[in-house]
């Protein structure tokens, strides 16, 4: 079993920077794919981005490419989510996840979920 709980949303203008935490309850963090997906306002869940156990994949939607970047650190049970040059369309809940493979892009692909942070990008 894995809780995960996301910290550091928040508003933001276009073109500034937020970076989402997640920490994760456990000792077998470092055995699970990690990933972050984000819901707006009457839209489907959709995949950001994705890491791989050791750190050494990633993933990203082609939406967040050269903008997102995703890490870890499984000395802290954490997962991070840097996101620059925000733009409004980023407006959404994101949540993390981790999933019981090596690396995962769909929603249905993780086993658990955080309660999501609100990020709101204001133009």
């Known amino acids: 079993q894995v809780q995960l709980v996301e910290s550091g949303g928040g508003l933001v203008q276009a073109g500034g920077s937020l970076r989402l935490s997640c920490a994760a309850s456990g000792r077998t963090f470092s055995s699970y794919a990690m990933g972050w997906f984000r819901q707006a306002p009457g839209k489907e869940r959709e995949f950001v981005a994705a890491?791989?156990?050791?750190?050494?994949?990633?993933d990203y939607a082609d939406s967040v490419k050269g903008r997102f970047t995703i890490s870890r650190d499984n000395a802290k049970n954490t997962v991070y989510l840097q996101m620059d040059s925000l733009k409004p369309e980023d407006t959404a809940v994101y949540y993390c996840?981790?999933?019981?493979?090596?690396?995962?892009?769909?929603?249905?692909?993780?086993?658990?979920w955080g309660q999501g942070t609100q990020v709101t990008v204001s133009s």
């Open positions: 996840a981790a999933a019981t493979r090596n690396i995962a892009t769909r929603v249905h692909d993780y086993d658990y």
């Open positions: 890491i791989n156990w050791s750190g050494g994949i990633t």
